[in-house]
């Protein structure tokens, strides 16, 4: 199958109206074609029962970033663990580091087949506009990445012991952006938090996030409570879904799934 094929064939896996699904949504059908390489099982013409998406992008030069959603057993609604092998060693090299994003509930499997170097445990945030209020800040102001997207900054105006004239104090951008979602981050000089230039950098992208029609999420380790709060305190809130960032290598194919 070709990749428009590939796409077809994983739309009933995932619901385009759930920000659980909306990262592995962009990736598999909005980030760029050339990036991206797909598998399904079964490859074949048909709805797929599970798939695995390959993206080269921006957080690595050199370890894909991948999504995935692993196939069920039909009789116990749990994880086909054969299959879901069959489908981690047909995408994946052995011993190639790579970088995951998927959810929580794949984890103990993930910890079997993988060697894991580094791991952080999500929390998946997404705005509630009624308890989102605009904020006012001239020192914020508006630019672009490299790919377009659109980025709000506070820059520092004057010469200083914590840094130079003009240097960047915050920032909030767009990881990527769906038709339906869109996934931002922020930075905040260490020297400089706590002084609102985060939020503020934060509301403004919301706003014209919104005004495009789409849903703002935010993704924050469950450890770090300074952009938990930062995220609440603009008016996003808790969904309960989890997801885990694995960075580490797939293993050799275990005997036991040979069949």
């Given at each position: ?5 590939k796409r077809?064939a994983?739309?009933?896996?995932l619901?385009?109206r759930?920000p659980?699904?909306?990262?592995a ?25 599970g798939?695995l998406?390959s993206?080269?992008?921006g957080?690595d ?8 959603r692993?196939?069920?057993d ?14 981690l060693?047909?995408s ?6 790579v970088?995951i994003s998927t ?5 103990p ?6 060697d894991?170097?580094k791991?952080?445990?999500?929390r ?6 009624k308890?989102y209020?605009?904020?006012?800040n ?8 490299s790919t ?19 240097d ?8 990527w952006?769906?038709p339906?979602?869109?996934e931002?981050?922020v930075?905040?000089?260490?020297n ?5 230039l ?7 992208l919301?706003?014209?996030?919104i005004?495009?029609?789409r849903?703002p ?9 300074p ?5 609440k ?7 309960g879904?989890e997801e ?16």
């Amino acid at each position: 199958m070709n990749l428009a094929e590939k796409r077809l064939a994983i739309r009933n896996i995932l619901d385009p109206r759930s920000p659980a699904d909306a990262a592995a949504i962009y990736y598999t059908n909005y980030h760029p074609e050339d990036k991206v390489q797909i598998t399904t099982i079964p490859d074949v013409f048909e709805r797929a029962e599970g798939y695995l998406c390959s993206a080269m992008t921006g957080i690595d030069l050199f370890r894909p970033l991948v999504t995935m959603r692993l196939p069920k057993d039909d009789s116990t609604d749990q994880l086909n663990y054969f299959q879901s092998v069959e489908l981690l060693h047909k995408s994946l090299p052995v011993g190639a580091p790579v970088i995951i994003s998927t959810t929580a509930r794949y984890r103990p499997l993930l910890g079997a087949l993988f060697d894991i170097e580094k791991e952080d445990q999500l929390r998946i945030l997404v705005l509630d506009q009624k308890k989102y209020e605009p904020l006012i800040n001239v020192l914020v102001t508006r630019t672009k990445t490299s790919t377009g997207l659109p980025r709000y900054i506070v820059r520092k105006t004057e010469q200083g012991m914590l840094g130079h004239s003009g240097d960047i104090l915050a920032s909030a951008g767009l990881n990527w952006q769906s038709p339906r979602f869109a996934e931002i981050y922020v930075h905040t000089r260490d020297n400089f938090r706590r002084l609102g230039l985060g939020r503020s950098v934060v509301a403004a992208l919301i706003r014209e996030v919104i005004e495009t029609g789409r849903t703002p999420i935010y993704v924050v380790s469950e450890n770090n409570e300074p952009s938990t709060h930062l995220a609440k305190s603009v008016g996003f809130v808790d969904t309960g879904f989890e997801e885990v960032l694995i960075e580490g290598s797939l293993h050799e194919r275990p005997v036991a799934a040979n069949k």
